[in-house]
């Protein structure tokens, strides 16, 4: 069975550039999540999918991130304009039907903005 | 909200037993997971514990009380690649739909 997969897995660029992660859940994976770890901080919750919907984006920082799921499958994270303190590694996660299962998570994308 | 609480850094050295420690607040809970990260790697499923008590699996054992609401992590007969950071995470929520991380301990296994 393949894993979540993220791409790419870095990406560098500038302050005020537009730049959008991809992340492929686990096949039949209802949910997926996308979270952010900055240089030696926790682990942030950005936002939770339930198939295409989206259920929960409280930790989405501002409106400079737009998260999509279209049909389902797999998801896209937007950033635009990227900002300095947008740097960071993005990590996906995907469970089955029930949101309480274990989160299986992609190798990240390892974002820097300068 | 939620709130989670580890220490930052342990160290041990190889052979011992190490126990992470992780206390929380939140609104609705539903479990408390750990999760290991190596450095530069995404982090990695080790436990579930949704009721009291204690968690077994291999080398690692994991511990919740929710009426403490506490848990931990133990780490038995350490290895060097068992350096890593640890984290704790809550289920939290109406239906367990907040999942929220510790800040995460840094475990050093010295020779």
């Given at each position: 069975e393949a894993g979540v997969t993220q791409f790419p897995s870095h990406s560098v660029i500038e302050k005020g550039q537009t730049v959008t992660l991809r992340c492929d859940p686990i096949s039949g994976h209802d949910n997926l999540y996308w979270y952010r770890r900055v240089m030696g901080k926790e682990i942030k919750f950005l936002l939770h999918f339930v198939k295409e919907s989206k259920q929960d984006e409280s930790g989405m920082p501002n409106n400079r991130f737009l998260a999509e799921r279209t049909g389902g499958t797999y998801s896209t994270l937007k950033v635009?304009?990227?900002?300095?303190?947008?740097s960071g590694v993005y990590f996906c996660a995907s469970s089955p039907s029930r949101s309480t299962d274990t989160q299986y998570f992609g190798p990240g994308t390892r974002l820097t903005v300068l | 909200g939620q709130s989670l609480e580890q220490p930052s850094e342990v160290t041990a050295v190889e052979g011992a037993i190490v126990q992470i420690n992780c206390t929380y607040q939140t609104s609705g809970f539903y479990g408390l997971s750990w999760y290991q990260q190596h450095d530069g790697g995404a982090p990695t499923f080790l436990s579930y514990n949704a009721l009291d008590g204690l968690e077994e699996t291999g080398r690692f054992s994991s511990f919740l009380s929710r009426s403490d609401s506490y848990g931990y992590l133990l780490l038995q007969e350490l290895q060097m690649k068992d350096s890593a950071s640890y984290f704790c995470a809550v289920s939290g929520g109406n239906y367990g739909q907040n999942f929220v991380f510790g800040p995460g301990t840094r475990l050093s296994v010295l020779p």
């Open positions: 635009q304009p990227a900002e300095l303190e947008d | -």
